[in-house]
């Protein structure tokens, strides 16, 4: 897939035997001249597990510390700045607040109680000509026939609640676990698992248990459906393997990073999801409505000091009221909130809620 970098390509008189950046082609993008020739002269280049370890990597150190600040005004008029911690899934925060979120299955579980089928969906990982997949052409497979079998397994077991976790093998490649809050009759699993490998998974991926069904043992006994799940998400969450850069781990968090990022062209990737029943159980609930207007975003520069991010263009006709609002933060004469008790939020989510001013209910005062 293609990535805008202008800092590591140059024109070229002649095509070369290989794209920048990249050890050899792979045939699901083979492109003509003219096309690579259009490629060049955008400066884009294509993605490897090389070249998104280091990008990768130095995406984890410089959000270390990261702070998003928001600055505004409440109700009655007064100076109020916001402090959120610059969150994102690979953070141990990101751990607790799943965990927690994971634990409003359990009163919906007492009342719903029901056989829990385990089933894990492997693609092939290979291309027709037998070299390895591109990362992402696996990933985009993988969540794509999943789509389909889910609409499979709705037609012969009918609707049923669930949740799905993205794992990585040891080489970097992706397959899912689904946790289905229903049982699966045994005489149709075998017909399941041959539509998997020969209608909804291209070519066969020459694994008989490409679709793999099981029961979970404990079910009988379980207390905690929320912790009996979390024991699966876990495995994705496990940021100590983050210290290995090759690892299998490291590998798919970095190709899940860049396709979800959205100066690129690729189709974003979660680690996990839920039916929509589920989402709704486990959905952050606010009480209390802001009044508070934010005029302002700022993140914190790894080397100290405010970047703004944002500011409302109508606050730029007064600066003197900004550069008040500075001062009495410094001076200690704004309310001043950290972090903000609410959702895991991201800052390109930030920046959407408040220029389409829905700032004032999502944040909180």
């Known amino acids: 897939m293609f990535n805008s970098s202008p800092d590591n390509v140059s024109s070229y008189s002649e095509r070369p035997d290989t794209l920048p950046g990249l050890p050899g082609n792979s045939p699901y993008y083979k492109m003509s001249d003219e096309m690579f020739r259009y490629f060049i002269s955008k400066h884009l280049t294509i993605d490897t597990d090389e070249t998104l370890r280091d990008e990768f990597a130095g995406f984890l150190k410089e959000s270390e510390d990261c702070v998003i600040r928001l600055d505004g005004y409440n109700g009655d008029g007064e100076s109020v700045a916001n402090f959120i911690s610059g969150l994102h899934r690979w953070k141990t925060e990101y751990k607790k607040r799943i965990y927690a979120k994971l634990h409003q299955l359990n009163p919906w579980y007492e009342k719903n109680r029901a056989p829990i089928t385990m089933v894990t969906f492997t693609t092939q990982q290979k291309t027709p000509d037998g070299k390895p997949m591109e990362k992402w052409e696996q990933i985009d497979l993988l969540k794509l026939s999943f789509n389909k079998a889910k609409k499979m397994l709705n037609k012969y077991v009918g609707k049923f609640s669930y949740i799905w976790i993205m794992e990585p093998h040891e080489t970097g490649f992706a397959h899912i676990h689904m946790l289905m809050f229903a049982a699966v009759p045994r005489e149709i699993r075998k017909q399941l698992a041959e539509m998997w490998r020969t209608k909804y998974c291209p ?122 609002f500075d001062s009495d933060l410094v001076a200690g004469l704004v309310k001043v909130r950290y972090p903000v008790d609410g959702p895991l939020i991201a800052r390109d989510t930030i920046l959407d809620e408040i220029v389409k001013n829905r700032a004032k209910s999502f944040f909180g005062g």
């Open 203 to 324: 070519g066969s991926c020459g694994y008989k248990d490409s679709m793999k069904f099981g029961m979970a043992k404990t079910q009988r006994s379980l207390r905690s459906v929320g912790a009996y799940v979390f024991k699966y998400i876990e495995k994705t969450l496990d940021f100590d393997l983050l210290k290995n850069v090759e690892s299998g781990y490291f590998k798919l968090s970095s190709w899940v990073w860049k396709m979800s990022r959205r100066d690129t062209d690729y189709t974003g990737v979660r680690f996990w999801g839920c039916s929509r029943d589920l989402s709704s159980v486990m959905a952050y609930v606010r009480e209390d409505v802001s009044d508070t207007i934010w005029w302002r975003v700022s993140w914190r520069l790894p080397g100290g000091g405010m970047f703004p991010l944002w500011i409302d263009e109508e606050m730029l006709d007064y600066p003197e009221r900004i550069e008040q």
